[in-house]
């Protein structure tokens, strides 16, 4: 596995993607995967962690008085 470049993508603040990223070369999933398809994987679960944090995020900052709010699952990948 390239370290630098887990390394670089969170220094660019993708956390989530270099999780990912790591992840799949460890258990050796890339295999079939073209690299647009592997592109849009690491993509779709970097925006899908930030969505949940921004959603978390405004939950905490609304500041229900009751926890008015539905039981709110969020989509983890």
Given at each position: ?77
């Amino acid at each position: 596995m390239n370290n630098q470049t887990v390394e670089k993508l969170r220094d660019m603040r993708l956390g989530a993607m270099a999780q990912l990223h790591q992840q799949y070369v460890k258990e050796n999933r890339l295999e079939g995967m073209t690299c647009d398809e592997y592109l849009a994987l690491l993509t779709d679960h970097q925006w899908e962690d930030r969505e949940n944090k921004k959603i978390e995020r405004l939950l905490k900052q609304a500041n229900f008085r009751h926890n008015a709010y539905p039981a709110y699952e969020l989509h983890i990948s």
